[in-house]
């Protein structure tokens, strides 16, 4: 079973967590949402989540992937975060997947892991320079995978499933959303 961890920093974009928790538990990953700095979160909107785990916590070698979440001040919490610096690099390295949605693309460039290609929320481009791929809702480069905002979030969790789990995983669930099950 693939293993992931959504990383919430306080100011988070609650739709880009949740909506990518629930599309790859409902892929059958093994997907712990982990608290950058305490086990209580706070989002963006004003919505609080209970964390998995505590970022300290986590077993990042057994890890297949990490997701950042966007929102503000989320984005900027990841992207000043050194102890999640230091753990992106070591999974990019690893040839494991990173990714990030929104503005959290940010987290990646502060870290040095960034893909020459991304999107990202319109205007954050601006913080990371050159391979900003306007029209794209989703952009894999290696083992790299970004998103565009909040409503690419469904779009970007099924990326991810298919990556981890294969295109049938990432159609099955993708159709169980749609209702094409019933």
């Given at each position: ?35 950058l700095e305490s086990g209580i979160v706070t989002g963006a909107h004003g919505i609080t989540v209970g964390a998995d ?60 892991v960034l893909g020459k290609k991304y999107t990202c929320y319109p205007g954050c481009e601006a913080k ?55």
């Amino acid at each position: 079973m693939s293993q992931a961890a959504i990383i919430l920093a306080e100011g988070f974009e609650e739709i880009e967590a949740l909506s990518v928790a629930d599309i790859l538990r409902r892929g059958g990953v093994n997907t712990q949402i982990v608290g950058l700095e305490s086990g209580i979160v706070t989002g963006a909107h004003g919505i609080t989540v209970g964390a998995d785990l505590v970022f300290e916590s986590v077993n990042f070698a057994a890890l297949d992937l990490i997701v950042l979440p966007g929102g503000l001040p989320g984005a900027t919490n990841l992207a000043k975060s050194a102890k999640l610096q230091a753990k992106l690099k070591q999974m990019k390295s690893a040839g494991k997947t990173v990714a990030a949605i929104c503005a959290a693309p940010w987290a990646l460039e502060a870290a040095g892991v960034l893909g020459k290609k991304y999107t990202c929320y319109p205007g954050c481009e601006a913080k990371l320079g050159e391979g900003y791929e306007a029209g794209a809702n989703v952009v894999e480069d290696g083992n790299v995978v970004t998103s565009k905002c909040p409503a690419t979030a469904m779009e970007f969790g099924l990326a991810l499933l298919a990556r981890l789990e294969g295109e049938e995983k990432a159609k099955e669930v993708k159709n169980g959303l749609e209702g094409a099950i019933f």
